[in-house]
């Protein structure tokens, strides 16, 4: 089933024996995962409209997900010293699947800030630790997604027509900083078209490096960040990206 989503252009990437436990104890959850995330679509307007945040498009992802049972969870933890509660933390999770082989912990960072791969992983590797669940996923922009965001986002605006700050409006894009403004200016003083001077800046803007994708996933995973719990991480490609 994994195979089927990287022949798709999905980065997958396995930790501590995680697909051999997803293929053997979670076959039914771990198919229903693999076509809801095949089948998922991003259309470039839903990125620029949304200001490249979670609004709208991850929303989508995040319901059909809790359809079929994937759904938020908070695990509460406590130490009981001869029967008296003496700590209590509480462990929140976005999607969690519950199986009779055991939990299944899935968390969707598509625009985050990139230190919060770290606490999604050390969250998982509290749980695990605790025996609450067997796998953690990660669900992220892909690498071929992240490359392809300037190109992809410039013949859009392009597409629509974007020529000039009145456009802007027409098209429903937020609102921009001076600072924003005046970037975007300058690139079209020194002769650059302004729907590629806006899209550099909004790519820059929106989805640098220091944001949640692939690359710092795979930073945190090679340093052992979340060991020894099991865990599946999957990057969505430019693939599923619509026109």
Same mark, same amino acid.
């Given at each position: 089933?994994?195979?089927? @989503?990287?022949?798709?252009?999905?980065?997958?990437?396995?930790?501590?024996? #995680?697909?051999?436990? @997803?293929? $053997?104890?979670?076959?039914?959850?771990?198919?229903?995962?693999?076509?809801?995330?095949?089948?998922?679509?991003?259309? @470039?307007?839903?990125?620029?409209? !949304?200001? !490249?945040?979670?609004?709208?498009?991850? $929303?989508?992802?995040?319901?059909?997900?809790?359809?079929?049972? =994937?759904?938020?969870?908070?695990?509460?933890?406590?130490?009981?010293?001869?029967?008296?509660?003496?700590? !209590?933390?509480?462990?929140?999770?976005?999607? *969690?699947?519950?199986?009779?082989?055991? #939990?299944?912990?899935?968390?969707?960072? =598509?625009?985050?800030?990139?230190?919060?791969?770290?606490?999604?992983?050390?969250?998982?590797?509290?749980?695990?630790? @605790?025996?609450?669940?067997?796998?953690?996923?990660? *669900?992220?922009?892909?690498?071929?997604? %992240?490359?392809?965001?300037?190109?992809?986002?410039?013949?859009?605006?392009?597409?629509?027509?974007?020529?000039?700050?009145?456009?802007?409006?027409?098209?429903?894009?937020?609102?921009?900083?001076?600072? $924003?403004?005046?970037?975007?200016?300058?690139? *079209?003083?020194?002769?650059?078209?302004? #729907?590629?001077?806006?899209?550099?800046?909004? *790519?820059?803007?929106?989805?640098? %490096?220091?944001?949640?994708? =692939?690359?710092?996933?795979?930073?945190?995973?090679?340093?052992?960040?979340?060991?020894?719990?099991?865990?599946?991480?999957?990057?969505?490609?430019?693939?599923?990206?619509?026109?």
């Amino acid at each position: 089933m994994l195979e089927t @989503l990287r022949n798709e252009g999905f980065d997958i990437l396995t930790r501590n024996h #995680a697909e051999a436990i @997803l293929a $053997q104890d979670f076959p039914n959850e771990l198919s229903m995962l693999s076509r809801i995330l095949s089948e998922f679509r991003i259309s @470039l307007a839903e990125i620029v409209h !949304g200001g !490249g945040g979670e609004a709208g498009l991850t $929303q989508r992802l995040r319901h059909e997900l809790s359809d079929v049972g =994937w759904r938020k969870h908070s695990f509460r933890v406590e130490t009981i010293v001869d029967g008296h509660a003496r700590a !209590g933390i509480s462990h929140e999770v976005d999607h *969690v699947k519950f199986a009779e082989a055991g #939990a299944l912990a899935l968390e969707i960072e =598509w625009n985050n800030k990139d230190p919060f791969f770290d606490r999604d992983l050390e969250n998982f590797q509290r749980l695990h630790a @605790l025996s609450a669940i067997s796998v953690g996923v990660v *669900v992220t922009r892909g690498g071929s997604m %992240q490359a392809a965001f300037l190109e992809r986002i410039t013949a859009w605006m392009k597409g629509e027509g974007l020529s000039s700050e009145d456009d802007l409006d027409r098209l429903g894009i937020g609102a921009r900083t001076p600072a $924003q403004r005046a970037a975007v200016s300058e690139q *079209v003083a020194r002769g650059m078209p302004f #729907a590629e001077a806006f899209a550099r800046k909004f *790519v820059a803007d929106k989805f640098g %490096q220091a944001t949640t994708h =692939w690359s710092k996933l795979e930073e945190r995973v090679s340093r052992g960040v979340g060991n020894p719990c099991p865990l599946l991480l999957i990057g969505l490609p430019a693939s599923i990206l619509t026109d």
